[in-house]
C-alpha cells in the first residue's frame, strides 16, 4: 500500500484525559523490524522447536499503546533456505479486510521485486476521510435509539458458570479455541432452513446462540454482541481504506415461555 495505508499501520494510541484512545499518527514511524536465521545444521526437530519458540515469544510480547509502533515483523531464515515473515500488529491499528488489502498489496510488490520491476502500487485512499466522517455525526438519534432498544436491561447477560478460585487470567494469555465444520450436507440443510423461513444463515446462528445463552444464564431476555464490518458508511473509497472499522453493537433477543422456534 501506499503511504497513506502505511502510516495508518504505524499509528499510537494516545489516551487523553478524557480517558478516550485516540489513533495519533507520527510521520516517519516505523514499524519494529526483527531477523533471525535458524542454522542449516541444525536438527529438524530443533528447528521447528525454535520456530515455536519465536512465535510464542512474538506473541507474549504484547504492545504498548502509549509508545506506537504498533506493528512489527520478523523475517526468520529456516534450514533450506526458505525466509518466513512474520507480521504482528494491535488489532486497534486495522481489521481483517485490511489485512487481505495490505497483504494483497505486499505480494503483489514481492513479485514485481522477485521480478526486477517497479511495484505498482493502487492509490491508498485516506484513512482521515473516515475520521472526519465519524466527527461530523450527530449522535443524538442514535443514542435515543440504543437507549429505548436497551430499555429495562440492568445487568450483563452472564453463563452462570462458577470461575474457578484464585485463578487469574492474564491478557496476554493465549485461550483455546474449538472449531466445528459443518459437512457439505448439513450446510445445504441449513441454508434450505433459513430461506425457507425468510432468513439469512446469520439470523439463524444469532437466534440459536442467544437461545443457548439464554439457557445458560437462565434467563429470556439476553444481549450479546454482534460485530459488523463497518463500511457501510457514505464515505468515498471506504472500500479500500485500510484501518479500524468494525464496531460491535448490542443485540438483544427477547422471548417468552409459550413462543415456539421455527
Known sequence: AKKDSVDTLLAAADLKETGQARSVVAVGCLAERYGAELADSLPEADAEARWEALLRKDYHAGFDLAKGRLLRVTLVRKPGGRTWMVQTQHHAVSDGWSGAMVLGDLQAAYKALRAGEKPALRDAVPYERYIAWLSRRDLTAPEAFFRAYLSGVDTPTRLGLSRPEGRRVEASRQHPSLQVKLSEAETEALSSFAKQHGLT??????????????????????????????????????????????NTLPLRARWATSDRVV
Request: proline fraction near 0%; charge should be positive; glycine fraction near 16%.
Open 201 to 246: 444463515v446469520n439470523t439463524v446462528v444469532q437466534g440459536a446462540l442467544s437461545l443457548l445463552l439464554g439457557r445458560y444464564a437462565g434467563r429470556s431476555d439476553v444481549v450479546l454482541g454482534a460485530t459488523t464490518s463497518g463500511r457501510s458508511a457514505k464515505v468515498s473509497g471506504i472500500e479500500r481504506m485500510v484501518g479500524l472499522f468494525i
